[in-house]
Each structure stands twice: as C-alpha cells, then as structure tokens.
C-alpha cells in the first residue's frame, strides 16, 4: 500500500511559479513509477509528468515541456513539481500517483493522493 499527500497548491499569477510536493508512505515508495496529473472542472484528467522509480527517467506531457520539472527525492519518500511561467490554463487540481510500472494513462496508476488546487490569475 502506498498513501500519497500533495501540498503547495495555491493562488498565484500569470508567470510565476509554484513547487507541489507530494509525500508518500509505505517503504515500497522506491520502486514506484510515480506521476502527476491534473484535472480542471468540466476536463478529464490529463497527464503531466513521470518519473522512474530511480529518477534518472522523466517524461512531459508536450505543453508543460519547458515549464515544469519533476523530481523525486527517495530518502525523503517525496516527490516534486516545479512549475514554472504558470499560464492561467494551468489552472486545475493536481494530483500525485503511483504505479510499479506507470504510463501516460491515469487509468494504469494504483494509487492516488487527494489533490491540491492550483489556481492561475491572468
């Protein structure tokens, strides 16, 4: 079992930046794929950033390629996103999860933190 908690949502405007965090536990937290997403109201859920188990692997979806940076820090069982030059389409609730082999699919990802709310002003 993995439980994840996101935090550093907030309220910012147009070209700033915000770090999301999200805390993971159980000590299988290493050998996850974890990923974020995100959901703005009346959208599905899109994909927005991966990252190998071991971080040295990380991939974007095409329109935050740039702007925002995944990490992960395994010791800390936490994983990050930069996002940098927020744009008000960047607005939506983000969310962490995890998955031992994961993908671009939210559907593949077992596990779900609760989401945290990024609101963008222009």
């Known amino acids: 079992q993995v439980q994840l908690v996101e935090s550093g949502g907030g309220l910012v405007q147009a070209g700033d930046s915000l770090r999301l965090s999200c805390a993971a536990s159980?000590?299988?937290?290493?050998?996850?794929?974890m990923g974020w997403f995100r959901q703005a109201p009346g959208k599905e859920r899109e994909f927005v950033a991966r990252?190998?188990?071991?971080?040295?692997?990380?991939n974007y979806a095409d329109s935050m390629k740039g702007r925002f940076t995944i990490s992960k820090d395994n010791a800390k069982n936490t994983v990050y996103l930069q996002m940098n030059s927020l744009k008000p389409e960047d607005t939506a609730v983000y969310y962490c999860?995890?998955?031992?082999?994961?993908?671009?699919?939210?559907?593949?990802?077992?596990?779900w933190g609760q989401g945290t709310q990024v609101t963008v002003s222009s």
């Open positions: 990252i190998s188990w071991s971080g040295t692997i990380t």
């Open positions: 159980g000590r299988t937290f290493r050998n996850y794929v």
């Open positions: 999860a995890a998955d031992p082999i994961g993908s671009r699919n939210p559907g593949n990802y077992d596990y």
